[in-house]
């Protein structure tokens, strides 16, 4: 029998005790013991709830039981997480966890406590949800250089997105909507401004890069800016916005930003709805592969949680391979990166075609402005020719 602890008895943390409870068959016949809760870690009371006979509100009881093989901490933020958790590392116990915060900022010191003490760290849960994309790139896309990662890695954005886009409805309405039936947070930021999605797509160029990549210096933009009257432009080009985070791997050379971008019909990211999420690699070659599925929500993201738990207990005295040094993975300079640009202004045609040349201009049926496509420019080239003709927003294409 395997004794585990879960730190955090929350929406995600109350999911996995379901799962180890529920599926006990399979999670038992899979890790090769049985799985046996033996400490839930709150601060608050559960009266009459199943975790009650096993709540304690102090880690140190959990830390100073021996018999606790596996942490689970899905407490999220920074702190206490982080010292919680180095502190079980560091007296021999494995751990899992979903706290995309404390991977992105402590991934790489964490790895290297549990590799030196022949133990894991593993966080399968803290990008994509449900979706299983830490574990390929780290175990299975292992005959490759990776040459790109990107996708919709944020379900309530993308949630937002296609509400907007279905029901015409702009942003304010839209998040209002989505808060009062619990998809997004009272306090949105995080979501709507690109912050959760930056620290996922820095954790997923970390494991290509085998470096450490700083989220702070990623460009990072959100979807509060987008309005339905950009959506009445896509809909004219045949094409839909979502939130992108992405990265590409040219030799040394590494670029990574998040952004709302157009995507045309036929990209491979152009169906995927609501909060689902959906994440390509590229292998040099493999070539292109997809995943897709939940990328939040209690179980499915207990379920990944779970699956490292029993990976953990497969591996109980060594540490299984993720790649994931100290040493800091430099990023190009953003304002080198090229692409085309949708933008709307109120200047007119000849003056469009004097600044930016060779444009295609796009009829939405919106009076007192146009819209049009660029040809490929570098962020600097287009903002400083946006300076000169003055724009009232642009969007980012990937076609
Ligand atoms: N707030 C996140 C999302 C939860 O909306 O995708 C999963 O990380």
Not at 167 to 190: S, V
Not at 227 to 250: E, V
Not at 261 to 276: A, F, N, S
Not at 287 to 306: E, H, N, Q, R, W
Request: net charge negative; proline share 3%.
């Amino acid at each position: 029998m395997i004794k585990v602890a879960i730190l955090g008895y929350g929406t995600v943390g109350s999911g996995v005790f379901q799962i180890i409870k529920e599926n006990s068959n399979i999670v038992n016949e899979k890790s090769g013991e049985e799985i046996d809760i033996k400490y839930v870690l709150d601060l608050r009371e559960f009266p009459g709830d199943p975790c009650e006979d096993v709540l304690v509100h102090d880690y140190d009881v959990i830390l100073n039981d021996p018999e606790v093989e596996v942490v689970i901490e899905v407490m999220g933020g920074l702190h206490p997480a982080y010292e919680f958790v180095k502190s079980a590392l560091e007296a021999g116990k494995s751990v899992a966890t979903s706290n995309k915060e404390l991977v992105a900022k402590y991934g790489a010191e964490l790895i290297d406590i549990a590799i030196s003490h022949n133990r894991n760290f593993l966080f399968e849960a803290a990008v994509g949800g449900g979706i299983p994309i830490i574990r390929p790139i780290n175990m299975h896309i292992t005959a490759d250089r990776i040459q790109e990662i990107a996708g919709i890695m944020n379900g309530t954005t993308n949630y937002i997105l296609t509400k907007m886009e279905k029901e015409g409805a702009d942003f304010d309405i839209t998040l209002k909507q989505a808060q009062d039936l619990g998809y997004a947070e009272r306090n949105p930021e995080a979501d709507i401004e690109g912050f959760d999605a930056v620290r996922k797509i820095a954790i997923l160029t970390s494991l290509a890069t085998e470096k450490t990549v700083d989220f702070e210096e990623i460009y990072t933009e959100g979807i509060s800016k987008i309005t339905s009257d950009d959506f009445k432009y896509a809909k004219a080009m045949d094409m839909t916005i979502k939130l992108i985070a992405c990265s590409k791997m040219d030799g040394k050379r590494v670029t990574a930003f998040v952004a709302p971008m157009l995507l045309k019909e036929g990209h491979p990211l152009y169906p995927i709805q609501d909060v689902t999420n959906g994440i390509m690699v590229r292998g040099n070659m493999v070539g292109d592969i997809a995943f897709i599925g939940s990328g939040a929500g209690k179980l499915p993201t207990a379920s990944a949680v779970v699956s490292d738990v029993v990976d953990c207990i497969r591996h109980l005295n060594t540490s299984t391979t993720i790649q994931w040094k100290a040493e800091k993975q430099e990023l190009e300079d953003f304002s080198f990166s090229k692409k085309k640009f949708f933008v709307r202004t109120k200047a007119g045609k000849d003056k469009v075609r004097d600044v930016f040349k060779d444009v295609e201009f796009v009829d939405a049926g919106i009076d007192g402005e146009i819209g049009f496509v660029t040809s490929v420019m570098s962020e600097s080239d287009f903002k400083a020719k946006a300076g000169t003709l003055g724009v009232i927003s642009r969007i980012r294409l990937d076609d």
